[in-house]
Structures are given as C-alpha cells and as structure tokens.
C-alpha cells in the first residue's frame, strides 16, 4: 500500500495556507472616529492619492468640491490658463477640503456622491478610485445595498469619507485635521517628522497605545491653521486655512492665505475677481488687504483693511488701527507652484514640506492676488511643531480591508499542485 504521509502532510500545508491567507484577508485597518451630538460642522482636509492621470475638475467631481480650492488648498497657482483642466498625474498625493459633519453621532463627511461605472465594484470604488479613503463595506451600510455583487450604471452612491474637527484646535490653538491613510512605507516618526509635529501628538490625537500602524490605517494628523472670526450668519463662518496654503470665498472674489512666519489669516482680493461687491473699507481709501503706517516717537501706527465675511453676497470690510512697537514689513504668501505634470518618488505618498521664510520674505503679490510661482514638486503646508491635542477618539472602521499581493494565492495554488501530483503517484 503507498505511503499517505506525503498526501496529508501536503493537505495540512494546504489547509495552513489557506488559514493564513483567510485571516489576513480579515484584518481591519483602524480609522480615528470622533463622537458628537450636535449637528454643527467644520471645514478638515483628505489625504488622496491619484488612483490615474485626472484633470483638475474630475478630482472635484469625485468629491462634489470646488476646483478651485483643491488649487489653491495644494499652493497650487490659479492664474495659469485653463489650469481648471490641468490633467494631474497619477500617484500626486492631494489635501482636498471638505466639510466635516456630525451623522449618526460620529464626524464624517456625507456630501460625496459617486455614479457608477459598467467595471466598478465596491472594492475598486473605495480602495483605488477613493484611494482608502472608505471601505467597500462602508459604502455598502451607506447605501443599504444587500447584494454587493450587483451594481446599476449610472447608479448614485454615497461614499462616507472620514474626517475630524475636535474643536477646531491643537493644545487650545487654532488647527485642521487631515485624514491621512497610511502606506506601506510609512512609520509613524516619519509621518510627525512630515508634517513637523511629534510622535507623542499623533499619538494623543488617535489614542494610540503604542506607535505601530499598518498599511490603510486612517490617522488624524493637525495641521496647525490661520482662523477666521466672521459672524455666524456668514457663508463661509468658520474658514480656517491650514499653515503654508490658501483658501478662495466669497463667490472666488477673495483670497486668503495663512503664513509663512505666523498663523495671522490675511485675506485680499482672488485674482479671479470679475463681478464682485465693493472690497473698500468704509470712510478710507483702503482696499481689502490693504495695510498704511506711520512711524512716531510713541511706535507705529498701523491701519488695515481687513475681511469679514460674505454675508448675502456682501464682502464685509472692517477697518482697523493699531499702535505697535515696530512697523511690520511687507506681507509674506507661502511659495506657489506651477500645475504638477510629474510624481517625485516622495509626493506619490504625502507632500513634503514648504519652504520656511529666512527672513527675506517672499515677493509681494500685485494686485491680481497671485504671489510668484516657484516650481517643483507639490508642496506640503510647511507647518511649525504642534503640541499635544485636547481631545480624541478612535476605534477600528469597520472591515477596512487591507489589498493583498498575489503571493498568498500563488503558496495556495502550489502547494494545491503539489498535492495532486502526490495523489496521482
């Protein structure tokens, strides 16, 4: 009688094989999750990975955003011609804001619609089209779909996408959160020393018990910020723009900018201004953005002209005056690029840093608004170290499933081969 040793030990590897591959394919990424109970909301920031070559206004479509601000929240320079139909390359790593809202008690952001195309599955739909950003499972609790397999052309999806607010503040100062999804590479010094911020403050804002991660985590990194004090009944309450990038309101009437060398908002008029209200102060000559001083043997005085909100389709001006030790110098803007065209290997899994000012500060823009380009590689927000955070959540998503390389089914398939060689000797 032939020896069976080598047909069971062949189907207990095979059957250990197949264990392992199962409970990988069931592991859950984390994603940082945080409780309310109002129905107040706030402006965050995605981190997105270009899943294919887009053009500027198919990343807005995917998340029903204006593409303007996807510029202008990336430095990205406004002025180019037809730079709304600038086709990004693939892999370019993308901060894309969105509002963040309370639902069903956690903050998340619902207002991401996506239709169907004849290839999708919820799988491609949240893994390579939303970059990670969702969870095929997600989608489907989103949209009560009971037969996963089976998906409609044309068919309009809500696509949940995480996000965070605690308050709009980083240790009592003024910060936004970016929801950022971790690759492969990343560790969690390399992402605080990205974004120049410590491993101890990653770590309070996510509730973490230690630092590991793992590919298709979700981490609340702050983003330090310039905050706005327009009244409620405003359109755009709330504004806060993250260190080192701009933000356009007031129906792409205004401009506002947040650093380098302070976290002070300055806003004048967009270089896309065409029909827009009166930007002058009252009982002045001075436009928005406009500063005057004049040095006396008490100090400087110093006026401004500053924004106050878009109220009714009113830019509302305030006029300001000042007396301070020292005349301030001319405004600095954080550095602009040109429309990306290529991927370095380091913005294909977040951007690097913007420059710091030295000191010199950076050209003063003219009156359209748009500070000098300088090329390279997509900027980051250049952003000072922050300090721990005042509050935070965290749980596991559900079923965020991690991609899996082809070798788990590769081992299966050959030691399936195997066996049935053995069988047949």
Avoid: W
């Avoid at 630092?211 to 806060?240: E, H, M, Q, W």
């Avoid at 909100?309 to 000042?322: D, E």
């Amino acid at each position: 009688m032939p020896n069976q040793k080598p047909i069971f030990q062949n189907l207990f590897f095979l059957l250990l094989s197949l264990s392992i591959f199962t409970n990988v394919a069931h592991v859950s990424s984390k994603s940082t999750i945080e409780p309310c109970s109002n129905s107040d909301s706030c402006n965050a920031v995605l981190g997105y990975t270009l899943y294919t070559d887009l053009k500027v206004s198919e990343v807005a479509s995917l998340f029903q955003v204006d593409p303007i601000a996807i510029l202008t929240s990336n430095a990205i320079d406004i002025s180019y011609p037809d730079v709304e139909n600038h086709i990004l390359p693939s892999q370019l790593f993308l901060k894309i804001p969105i509002t963040c809202s309370c639902v069903d008690g956690i903050r998340k952001s619902v207002s991401t619609k996506y239709k169907t195309r004849p290839s999708d599955t919820l799988s491609t739909i949240a893994d390579s089209i939303y970059s990670g950003l969702v969870s095929a499972d997600q989608i489907r609790e989103a949209n009560s779909i009971s037969d996963p397999s089976v998906l409609d052309v044309g068919q309009s999806l809500v696509v949940p996408l995480p996000c965070t607010c605690f308050n709009g503040t980083d240790n009592s100062l003024p910060a936004t959160y970016l929801s950022y999804v971790v690759k492969p590479v990343d560790t969690l010094a390399g992402i605080a020393a990205r974004y120049l911020t410590t491993i101890t403050d990653l770590m309070d804002v996510n509730a973490m018990g230690s630092t590991a991660i793992k590919d298709g985590d979700i981490l609340a990194v702050p983003l330090p910020a310039c905050a706005s004090n327009f009244p409620r009944y405003a359109s755009d309450f709330g504004l806060i723009v993250p260190n080192g990038s701009y933000a356009i309101t007031a129906s792409h009437c205004v401009q506002c900018s947040c650093g380098p060398g302070n976290l002070n908002l300055y806003c004048m008029p967009a270089s896309l201004a065409v029909s827009c209200s009166s930007m002058q102060c009252r009982n002045s000559n001075l436009m928005l953005g406009n500063v005057t001083f004049q040095q006396s043997s008490a100090g400087c005085n110093v006026t401004a002209c500053h924004y106050g909100g878009y109220v009714n389709g009113t830019i509302v001006t305030s006029l300001s005056t000042s007396l301070q030790p020292r005349c301030p110098g001319a405004q600095q803007f954080p550095p602009l690029i040109a429309p990306p065209n290529s991927v370095t290997r380091d913005s294909m899994f977040a951007p690097s840093p913007s420059p710091q000012s030295n000191g010199a500060g950076t050209p003063t823009p003219k009156s359209s608004g748009v500070p000098t380009t300088t090329t390279g590689s997509l900027p980051g927000l250049g952003l000072p170290p922050a300090n721990s955070p005042i509050a935070s959540a965290s749980s596991d998503a559900s079923s965020l499933v991690n991609s899996l390389a082809t070798f788990p089914s590769a081992f299966v398939l050959f030691f399936f081969v195997k066996l049935m060689m053995s069988m047949s000797l």
